[in-house]
């Protein structure tokens, strides 16, 4: 018999804790292990709760979320957090990526892709919603300069391989890529799958947010 997805929730309004909670109890491997309605409780519960993923709100009483988010990075928690926000500040999203957060919805969409979220994260997978995946992309798309000071001091990747990965963040095809950088597409191609397996990145969206956490476009 599979184990159940432990889950706790986190968020200072009790009636959206009850909504959640509701609608995850309708998943047969899902269990909502705990709540808190305070964020200063938020990891020593989770801790009590062995929580899997944990669905964290931004805005909590005395300790907010990104506060929260460095507590489960600092003491390196192996539990899967989704921030569940009413923001959708780039600024914000941006923060949370890069304190670990593995996925980001926002309220107004919660509904229709939380059950989503936690089955992607909780199988090592990254999940943001419709709505922020666009402003993150967006982000690229008004400010596609390459910061080249960050491509100087990027240690892992070579300037070609930060242009390209800039190239495939703005959607564009293999085809595309070559023309724009004159050389083959059979090149372009070995250097986005020596990329993904330097950064073991699975997906566009892990390019971006790779992008985004190391400042390579200027924004």
Do not use: W
Request: proline share 2%.
């Amino acid at each position: 018999m599979t184990s159940k997805i432990k889950i706790h929730l986190a968020d200072d309004h009790q009636v959206l804790i009850d909504g959640l909670s509701n609608l995850l109890k309708t998943v047969p491997n899902f269990e909502v292990a705990g709540s808190s309605l305070d964020g200063t409780t938020v990891y020593n519960d989770v801790i009590l709760d062995q929580a899997d993923v944990l669905i964290l709100d931004i805005s909590m009483p005395k300790k907010d979320g990104i506060e929260t988010l460095k507590e489960f990075k600092d003491k390196k928690s192996t539990c899967k957090v989704i921030i569940l926000s009413s923001y959708d500040d780039l600024k914000i999203i941006k923060e949370v990526m890069k304190l670990g957060a593995k996925g980001y919805l926002t309220k107004n969409c919660a509904g229709e892709n939380i059950i989503e979220a936690v089955e992607a994260v909780h199988e090592g997978q990254e999940y943001f919603s419709d709505a922020v995946r666009k402003k993150i992309f967006n982000t690229f798309k008004d400010n596609p300069k390459l910061n080249q000071n960050a491509a100087i001091e990027n240690p892992i990747l070579s300037p070609r391989e930060i242009e390209i990965i800039i190239l495939i963040a703005l959607e564009y095809s293999g085809k595309e890529i070559s023309e724009k950088l004159f050389i083959s597409s059979h090149t372009v191609e070995t250097h986005r799958k020596n990329i993904m397996k330097k950064l073991n990145i699975k997906s566009t969206i892990g390019l971006v947010k790779y992008a985004l956490k190391n400042n390579l476009i200027n924004s």
